[in-house]
């Protein structure tokens, strides 16, 4: 990764007020400090190739992937569609939102052999996606059905495995007078690789006086109780909804 500095920042220093391209930045000086940037840059692309991706952010003047605040022309509104007026230098290179690549990669561990649970999967994944996280869930690669032979078998265990080792954290669904089997491996893999786990149980029954499910699962995991529990636990403070 090669950090790029930010042409605004450059130009207006650390303390700039928010504006637009047009109000800010629209000088023959700015164009001149854009062509010696866009100069360093594909220097550093003809020494080193091109590169995968150039990270922007939206909404930026200079640097918006998808979309940036240029200013109004006539009756158009100050934010349009597009690059900024740095990342449009570069059509031919791929540009990616920073909140869009900084996501967690969660493995979403779960039992999935009826449909009540695979729908209830898709929900909680769902919910996962909408706040920016990369989830892998088994069911949608083919862990599906009961017919299957031992060369299946050993493809699926091997591809969940390789997930595991892949993933940033590990989500399980542990519901139930006890947690589903696979669920509780794929818990423990994950403990044993130092993986954040967290577990949620909607479920109100408890094993004990003082434990929620298993100990070895409890000690081994952020237990929560909810959806709201389970995003304050990714770092979420906003409330979706008060439901489990």
Known sequence: MVPLPCPETLYLGTEREPGTFLERLHTPAFARLLDGLEAQAKEIIRQRGKPLCILGVNSSPTCGVT????GSV???PPKREGRGVFLSRFPGIRAIDVTEFAHYRIYMAAPLFSEAEREYNRIIAGMLTENFFDVY?????????AERGEQEHLQIFEQNKKALQ???????????????SGTAWEMGYAAALRKPV?????????VGHEELVNLMLEQSSIVVKNKNE???????????????
């Open 67 to 70: 979309s940036s605040y240029y």
């Open 74 to 76: 006539g009756n158009e």
């Open 137 to 145: 869930l088994p069911q949608d690669t083919g862990d599906t059905h």
């Open 166 to 180: 892949d993933a940033d954290l590990v989500v399980a669904i542990i519901d139930g007078a006890d947690a589903d």
């Open 198 to 206: 967290i577990a949620l149980r909607t479920d109100f029954r408890t």
């Open 230 to 244: 389970l995003l304050a636990a990714l770092g979420f403070q906003r409330v979706e909804d008060s439901g489990s």
